[in-house]
């Protein structure tokens, strides 16, 4: 019995002796820019962004890139009633975002990434059901934006210049 019990082991041990990792060098990661990049960002002040831009891209231990992202936004009335209030509005913001590389001074990618969602205002007046709602909304674009921008990134070469 000793015997079949050692001969498992060793043949398992044989095995597993060439199991090689998938994320043992740093350059496999999913996002190439974490810990990497100076962010700037312009348009307009979207609260959750500032949080959430250090989540994706960590904090700057070497400064290789600069991300610049400019965010617009425009709104559209989709369903207006005959008293002219606004029954559904829809929420549009783009994403341009642009990669420069510090060393060689030149820009290695630029992208535009659209995010839309709508809303359905519950009052003409101050509602807080739904200015936590539209603030809900704004979090999960930025989420969805920014992971979709990695989620780029991650297949295309950004260190050298267009």
């Known amino acids: 019995m000793k015997k079949i019990f050692f001969i498992s082991l060793f043949l398992t041990i044989i095995s597993c002796s060439n199991i090689e990792f998938s994320y043992t060098d740093k ?8 810990e990497k990049t100076n962010i700037s960002t ?18 700057i231990k070497k400064s290789d890139f600069n991300l610049l992202i400019n965010i617009e936004e425009k709104k559209t009335k989709r369903s207006v009633e005959t008293n002219q209030a606004t029954s559904n509005l829809e929420y549009e913001l783009r994403f341009k975002y642009v990669i420069e590389n510090i060393d060689d001074d030149c820009i290695t990618y630029n992208k ?3 995010s839309v969602f709508s809303i359905i205002p519950k009052s003409s007046g101050y509602n807080y059901g739904t200015d936590s709602s539209l603030e809900r909304k704004y979090e999960l674009a930025i989420i969805e934006n920014l992971d979709q921008f990695v989620s780029l990134i991650s297949g295309v070469d950004i260190k050298n210049c267009k």
Do not use: H
């Open 27 to 34: 350059e496999n990661t999913i996002n190439p820019l974490y």
């Open 42 to 59: 312009s348009g307009i002040d979207l609260v959750y962004l500032q949080s959430y831009l250090p989540t994706v891209f960590g904090n």
């Open 112 to 114: 535009e990434i659209v």
